[in-house]
C-alpha cells in the first residue's frame, strides 16, 4: 500500500502544479485596475469585471474583486471597473427598426427601415433611378442604390430604387414579328401580342388587339389627331353599333395614357362590333 502511495504522490503534484499554472496564466490574462486599500491605504491591483457584470467589491489584501451580473435592460460591453452597468437604448430612431435586442453584453442595435440607408446619424430614401436606367447594386440599411444606363438591348420604363434594367422582348423567339424596336426607356413591341391589350405601358408594352391592316390603319390614322382631349364618352356617341361598356371605359382610363386612350377605345368598339363588315366600319368611324 504504501508503495501505491508513493508512486501516487508524483503525479498529484504534477495536476496540482498544472491547474495551477493554468489559473496563473488566466489571471495575467485578465486585465488589472489599480484601487487604493481604505483599510490599510495600499494601492492593489485589482482584477476588471468581465463583459455583463460590475464591480460588486473592489479586491483587498486578502480577496479577490467580486463581480455581479448586469441587471435587466442593462449592459456592459469590455472589461472595466466600474460599479454600475450602462442602460440600454430604448427605442430606435426615426425610421429605424430594432436589429439586435439588448442583451448584459451589448446594447440594441438599430438599423435603417427598408428603402433607407444610414447617412451621418439618419435615415435616407434610396436613390430612385429615372426611366433608361435600372438599379446595378440596390442599396441597404448602410448604402444607397446605384443606378447604371440601361446597356444596349435592355431597357427600363419607371422610377425605381430596385429594378434592374430588363432585356428587350425577343419577338421572334415567340414566332411573332417586331414592331417598334426597343429603347432604353421602353420596350419592344410584338406583333399579334394579346397579352396586352389593356396593359398600356403599365409592364412595358403597348395597347394592341388583333385587327386587320386596314382597320388598324384606320385606328392609327385616328389616334394620331389631336383627340386626346376630347372626352371619350363624347366619342362614344359617334360611334354606330353596340358601344363599349361603362367598366371597360372606366379600366382603359385608369390603365392608358391619354394618348393611347382613343386607339384603345376604337378597338374595344372594334371588338364589340366584329360581326358588323369591315368596310362599314372603317366608315362609321368618320366622326
Known amino acids: 500500500m504504501s508503495a501505491r502511495i508513493y508512486k501516487s504522490r508524483p503525479m498529484k ?23 487604493w486599500d481604505p483599510v490599510t491605504s495600499d494601492l492593489l491591483l485589482c482584477d476588471q469585471c468581465p463583459p455583463g457584470t460590475a464591480v460588486k467589491h473592489h479586491c483587498t489584501a486578502h480577496t479577490e474583486t467580486v463581480c455581479q451580473p448586469c441587471p435587466e435592460r442593462h ?21 429605424q427598426l430594432v436589429k439586435q435586442e439588448c442583451n448584459s453584453t451589448h446594447d440594441q442595435l438599430c438599423e435603417c427601415a427598408p428603402g ?18 435600372g438599379a446595378a447594386v440596390v442599396g441597404n440599411p448602410v448604402s444607397d442604390t446605384v443606378c447604371e444606363h440601361c446597356p444596349a438591348g435592355h431597357f427600363s420604363a419607371g422610377h425605381s430604387s430596385t429594378e434592374p434594367c430588363r432585356p428587350h422582348r425577343n419577338c421572334s423567339s415567340h414566332g411573332l414579328k417586331t414592331l417598334r424596336w426597343g429603347s432604353s426607356t421602353m420596350d419592344s413591341v410584338c406583333s399579334q ?9 403599365h409592364h412595358h408594352t403597348l395597347c394592341h388587339t388583333d385587327v386587320t391592316l386596314c382597320e388598324e390603319a384606320a385606328f392609327q390614322s385616328l389616334a394620331s389627331l389631336r383627340l386626346s382631349s376630347v ?14 361598356d361603362h367598366k371597360s371605359l372606366e379600366r382603359l382610363k385608369k390603365a392608358c395614357s391619354p394618348q393611347q386612350q382613343v386607339l384603345q377605345l376604337l378597338r374595344l368598339w372594334r371588338e364589340q362590333n366584329k360581326d358588323q363588315s369591315k368596310l362599314n ?6 366622326l
Open 13 to 35: 503534484l504534477i495536476v496540482l502544479f498544472t491547474v495551477s499554472l493554468s489559473w496563473a496564466f488566466q489571471q495575467q490574462d485578465r486585465p488589472k485596475y489599480q484601487h
Open 75 to 95: 449592459f456592459t460591453m469590455n472589461w472595466h471597473w466600474g460599479d454600475k452597468c450602462q442602460h440600454c437604448t430604448s427605442v430606435c430612431k426615426e425610421r
Open 116 to 133: 433607407f440607408h444610414l447617412v451621418v446619424e439618419f435615415c435616407i430614401a434610396h436613390t430612385t433611378c429615372p426611366p433608361g436606367f
Open 193 to 201: 401580342d394579346r397579352t396586352a391589350a389593356m396593359d398600356c405601358y
Open 231 to 244: 372626352p371619350l364618352e363624347r366619342i362614344l356617341e359617334h360611334l354606330p353599333g353596340r358601344r363599349v
Open 281 to 286: 366600319v372603317i366608315q362609321g368611324v368618320n
